[in-house]
């Protein structure tokens, strides 16, 4: 029983070291959940700042772009309008120089015929014949000033055409900067979305960091009260230990009576024996005087009584001692029985 009670002491110590290792790691944790629980509130807090800053700056800055993206579209549009217009007034210059040159040349031709009439008159056609001249010098400079103008309404219109190409060209980029700007504000939007759905996600984190901080303390706080009934345990096992030796020295002693019960029942039975056979030699010598008196005594039934009352006290007497035989037999058997189970007991 001794070394149970010890094995429990050995046991409740290596409990109490367990729990105070247990201690210090739900400590720990306790320590990391606060710091995590830290971290998490201030993820929420950026997450809500990254939210605000997509929600309003990104999505006004996104809105700017696409209005001045539109606006540069409606001036290209209205730019290419105007080249167009430039194109078909170029057109109707090239037009325009083509008749003028049309009647420079009949005006050529013309003042040539003057000249040959002029020639034919003779002294009344000089006058008529510089005339002529002049007209036909007038036609060959409008011959070549529309030939330069044919020249720069071609230059006017190759490069209207490039213009109007241009345009068309920075028309094409300027839809694709409204699609990627669309395409912007979507990505904006659902940056947003996913900003809020982090900053929600980071909040319930922080919850439950704050729920897990306190099933730590309430885990701290359990073992701290194992630990304290570990303490009592280990106390009581200790009080149980002296109890156990006192329990020993009880049983030792305990040992030491029923050995003394034991000699002492044997020779209780030893002497019982021995009154029984006295008695049965005291009755055999009473019915020995019974004849005697039966023969010479007067006094007869007085000694028949004290006869019969020595009889009786004998016959009671053997019957006790066969009782206190029969006792001392069952203290002897219950002594043993004793012996046996307090060898039973490991000390």
Do not use: P
């Not at 509130?41 to 539109?70: C, F, P, Y």
């Not at 007209?135 to 330069?148: A, D, N, P, V, Y």
């Amino acid at each position: 029983m001794s070394s149970s009670i010890g094995q429990v002491a050995g046991h409740v110590g290596s409990l109490l070291e367990l729990q105070t290792a247990a201690s210090s790691s739900i400590a720990e944790i306790n320590n990391a959940i606060k710091e995590v629980e830290t971290i998490t509130h201030t993820s929420a807090s950026l997450t809500e700042k990254v939210s605000r800053i997509t929600a309003e700056d990104g999505m006004q800055s996104v809105t700017k772009a696409m209005q001045g993206i539109l606006a540069i579209r409606d001036h290209v549009n209205q730019s290419v309008e105007v080249i167009r217009s430039l194109g078909s007034t170029v057109e109707n210059i090239g037009k325009i120089v083509k008749v003028i040159d049309d009647i420079a040349d009949k005006t050529k031709l013309l003042s040539l015929n003057a000249s040959i009439l002029a020639a034919q008159s003779g002294e009344h056609g000089k006058g008529f014949t510089v005339v002529a001249e002049e007209i036909g010098g007038l036609s060959e400079s409008t011959i070549r000033s529309t030939k330069e103008i044919a020249d720069l309404v071609n230059a006017t219109r190759n490069e209207s055409k490039k213009a109007v190409d241009s345009m068309f060209e920075s028309s094409q980029i300027t839809d694709e900067g409204v699609s990627l700007v669309k395409k912007v504000e979507q990505i904006l939007t659902e940056i947003n979305k996913s900003a809020a759905s982090s900053s929600e996600i980071a909040q319930q984190i922080a919850r439950s960091g704050g729920e897990q901080a306190k099933g730590a303390n309430l885990v701290y706080e359990s073992i701290q009260d194992v630990t304290a009934m570990c303490e009592s345990i280990n106390r009581a096992t200790s009080e149980q230990t002296k109890g156990i030796g006192l329990i020993v020295k009880a049983a030792e002693s305990m040992k030491e009576i029923s050995y003394v019960s034991k000699r002492a029942t044997d020779e209780q039975a030893s002497s019982s024996k021995k009154i029984a056979e006295a008695m049965e030699g005291a009755v055999a010598r009473s019915r020995d005087i019974l004849g005697a008196v039966e023969k010479n005594s007067k006094d007869h039934g007085l000694l028949t009584r004290s006869i019969d009352d020595i009889q009786s006290i004998s016959k009671n007497n053997l019957e006790s001692a066969s009782l206190l035989n029969d006792t001392v037999n069952s203290l002897a058997q219950q002594a043993k029985l004793l012996k046996e189970e307090l060898g039973k007991f490991k000390f």
